[in-house]
């Protein structure tokens, strides 16, 4: 078992050389471990890579979450999150959901946005994309979407709704003198 690599929610989805989570022991994960209950049974600075695929949208406290993700990862780690857009049926389909994305839902956690203050947890936004099903009208749509993702939002997106969010951050860290 590895022990740089984080996969949270594994579900059947196991890495291999990873550290393999899920809620549930019938998956047979590496961690048995409700990621709602913190502090996660992980020590500080152990992970270089986290990947968080369809599980951060049912967690109750996203602050608190992103907080133990900070805590558990390296210095530049880098982590893959991909959740439901706000505006697709899934969103709401689903009643484990507790959350929906926008293309601006992890700003919050880069201190660039006025309402950082909510946590020291920091990150540097590395990449992010709205998913669509693949037609010819969301082809021209994702473009679209990717160049003014705010008036998408504010506009066409119940009208052309995105599939998920997928996100990639960078833990930023303070260093620290002697």
């Keep these: 078992m590895g022990d ?4 949270l929610g594994c579900g059947q989805k196991k890495l291999p050389n990873a550290v393999n989570l899920d809620v549930t022991p019938d998956t047979n994960p590496d961690v048995v471990h409700n990621l ?5 049974p992980f ?10 695929n ?3 949208e049912h967690l109750g406290d996203i602050v608190e979450v992103m907080g133990e993700l900070h805590r558990v990862c390296r210095q530049g780690a880098k982590i893959s999150i991909t959740v439901p857009h706000f505006s697709s049926a899934n969103a709401f389909t689903d009643p484990t ?8 839902s992890f700003d919050y956690f880069t201190g660039e946005h006025e309402h950082s203050y909510y946590t020291r947890a920091r990150f ?3 990449n992010r994309q709205m998913v669509f099903h693949d037609n010819p009208t969301n082809k021209l749509v994702r473009r679209l979407a990717g160049r003014w993702p705010a008036g998408y939002e504010r506009a066409w997106a119940w009208t052309f709704p995105a599939w998920f969010m997928w996100y990639e951050l960078e833990v930023v860290k303070e260093e620290r003198n002697p």
Excluded at 4 to 7: F, P, W, Y
Excluded at 36 to 40: A, E, F, I, K
């Design 54 to 56: 369809d599980v951060i």
């Design 97 to 104: 959901h507790r959350h929906y994305f926008g293309w601006y």
């Design 4 to 7: 740089t690599i984080l996969n």
């Design 124 to 126: 540097r936004m590395a």
């Design 43 to 52: 020590s500080d600075n152990q992970f270089s890579e986290v990947r968080a």
């Design 36 to 40: 709602n209950v913190c502090p996660w």
